[in-house]
Nanobody, 121 residues
Framework: QVHMVESGGGVVQPGGSLRLSCAASGSIRSIGVMGWYRRAPGKERELVAHITSVGGTKSADSVKGRFTISRDNGKNMVYLQMNSLKPEDTAVYYC???????????????WGQGTQVTVSS
């Protein structure tokens, strides 16, 4: 009933930039917090950044000052602008949204399929 589709991953050199996008679609009544997570090879999944429905944000210390999360509530989209990328940012990035579906009674987490970001020279 809900689909989350990410785009914008790829290969970039250190110091470069990428912008990830994620669109939520389906039988959506309301979206609460939206966020980006990542899983690097051999590591646990970690929060990169999240944003509330009114624009409050939180970011991991490792990306502060380099990554910016934003959202478009009218389009049910969340974005991650990544600047000054480092090799250690290499990971699969997943978008996440806390969604109340039409006819539902509680918010549920939905996930995208993931998009690969590789930072390498």
């Amino acid at each position: 009933q809900v689909h989350m589709v990410e785009s914008g991953g790829g290969v970039v050199q250190p110091g470069g930039s990428l912008r990830l996008s994620c669109a939520a679609s389906g039988s959506i009544r309301s979206i609460g917090v939206m966020g980006w997570y990542r899983r690097a090879p051999g590591k646990e999944r970690e929060l990169v950044a999240h944003i509330t429905s009114v624009g409050g944000t939180k970011s991991a210390d490792s990306v502060k000052g380099r990554f910016t999360i934003s959202r478009d509530n009218g389009k049910n989209m969340v974005y991650l602008q990544m600047n000054s990328l480092k090799p250690e940012d290499t990971a699969v990035y997943y978008c996440n949204a806390n969604i109340l579906i039409r006819g539902g009674y509680s918010y549920t987490d939905y996930w995208g399929q993931g998009t690969q970001v590789t930072v390498s020279s």
